[in-house]
């Protein structure tokens, strides 16, 4: 099995940063070779939305909402990815997810991370 585990959520104002990361592990991680990262949102009563994902070559996509305010990285030593949001609005306020894509043997699989709030207010 592999485990996806988000961090670094919480509550922000207006026009202010944070940076979320995400993490892999698992008993199954070492036949798992990844091919992309990425972050989700969902409100409530919403589709999850893309924010942005990035593959092992590091190329990149961004939802239009968020393009020039956030960035996302990953460093594939640590097999981890990052978000770092920028001149955050109220309107991001959501569940941020991570999705790792990859290869389990011949299967192609995905794992989601149980979330973590943002939360933009004053």
């Known amino acids: 099995q592999v485990r996806v585990v988000e961090s670094g959520g919480g509550l922000v104002q207006p026009g202010g940063s944070m940076r979320l990361s995400c993490t892999t592990s698992g008993s199954s991680f070492t036949t798992f070779s990844i091919y992309a990262m990425g972050w989700y949102r969902q409100t409530p009563g919403q589709p999850r939305e893309l924010v942005a994902t990035?593959?092992?070559?590091?190329?990149?996509n961004y939802g239009d909402s968020v393009k020039g305010r956030f960035t996302i990285s990953r460093d594939n030593a640590k097999n981890t990815a990052y978000l770092e949001m920028t001149s955050l609005r109220p309107e991001d306020t959501a569940i941020y997810y991570c999705?790792?894509?990859?290869?389990?043997?011949?299967?192609?699989?995905?794992?989601w991370g149980q979330g973590t709030q943002v939360t933009v207010s004053s």
């Open positions: 999705n790792v894509e990859g290869a389990l043997g011949d299967a192609v699989v995905d794992y």
């Open positions: 990035i593959t092992s070559g590091r190329n990149t």
